[in-house]
């Protein structure tokens, strides 16, 4: 661990194991000796920048036939009683989540792209988050101890993991006893643009048994936002 790991919001969690360096407000995992362990984006890092107006403009709501506003409404709904809780989100991009999630969470956000990440610190400094903390790390494979997290987040990002099994076994691992996982996903059967969008998608049915199977109870949101599923899924 590097030098005062216990006095550190962020360090207290991680895996004995795993060593960190913070560099301009990201934790990056320290892998064989000096290696920073880095990852190779869609976007790359240097276009992060365009990050919000290649979402906005061609992505979301366009391809899928949503509404933003509609999209921060049910999330906002759907966190407004979370507070003063352990929040860890998965793929945190330029840091969307301070539009519905409430600022006196303690939030870690992680995702593999640290040009996306280092957008998301500003945004939340200046949303009033105290102690926020940003780890450039995969979903698949998290630097965070066992039981840890009360709620986690994955918006419009489950259909980019590769490994969305590993994805469950670590929310499963990281996650309390009485923990929530909250995802926006879109669905195949909701696409009725029958729009092309990046990565694997999931069926309602095939993520409620992925959820079930990992010792989560699974409910749907009943709302309805282009070819998005809203879902919470409770650790039993
Ligand atoms: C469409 S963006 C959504 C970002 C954000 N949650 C939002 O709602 O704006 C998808 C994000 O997934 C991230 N990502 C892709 N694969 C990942 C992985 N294996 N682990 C963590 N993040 C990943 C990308 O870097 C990108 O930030």
Redesign the pocket.
Known sequence: MSAGYNAIRGYEMLKNEIKVINKKGLHYIIKDGNRLLKFK??LMDVFSFLYDFI?ESSIFPKKFGGDINRHYEILSKELKRIHEKRVLE?????G?AVNFLPNDNQYTG????AG?LRKAVGRFENAGFKNAVFFVT???DLPFDDNHFNIILC???LN???DIKKVFQEIKRVATPDAVFICSVPVPERNRLQSTIRGTLYSEEELGKICRGNGFKFESIPVDNGALLYFRAVRQ
């Open positions: 984006p869609w979402m998965l793929a945190t991009g330029s969307s992680t995702d593999i792209s996306l995969s979903a698949d918006i419009l990002s980019f993991f590769n």
